[in-house]
């Protein structure tokens, strides 16, 4: 198994910034991939941004790139997610994301709930 914990989210005003941390522990050998989705109320889940963790390629979803910023302390098993110029928009609550290589589930964090006030 493997456990996720978030941190860092909160209550911003419009163009402000936070950092979200994401830790994980467990059976965290052979990490594939990790990453970060959002949930607003009464919408489904989207993707924000992912790290490959062999060669830390970045993706990013078109509406938070050139804001947000994901990186991560490998030898941690930490993964950040750096945000600025924040907009209402952004408000959500933010899970962190695990995928191991080869087959078997995703792991999901709890959640942390960033609410960007206009």
């Known amino acids: 198994q493997v456990q996720l914990v978030e941190s860092g989210g909160g209550l911003v005003q419009t163009g402000g910034s936070l950092r979200l941390s994401c830790a994980a522990s467990g059976r965290t050998f052979g990490i594939y991939r990790m990453g970060w989705f959002r949930q607003a109320p009464g919408k489904e889940r989207e993707f924000v941004a992912r790290?490959?963790?062999?060669?830390?390629?970045?993706t990013y979803a078109d509406s938070v790139k050139g804001r947000f910023t994901i990186s991560r302390a490998s030898g941690k098993n930490t993964v950040y997610l750096q945000m600025s110029s924040l907009k209402p928009e952004d408000t959500a609550a933010y899970f962190c994301?695990?995928?191991?290589?080869?087959?078997?589930?995703?792991?999901w964090g709890q959640g942390t709930q960033v609410t960007v006030s206009s």
């Open positions: 994301n695990l995928e191991r290589e080869g087959p078997g589930p995703d792991y």
């Open positions: 790290i490959y963790w062999s060669g830390g390629r970045t």
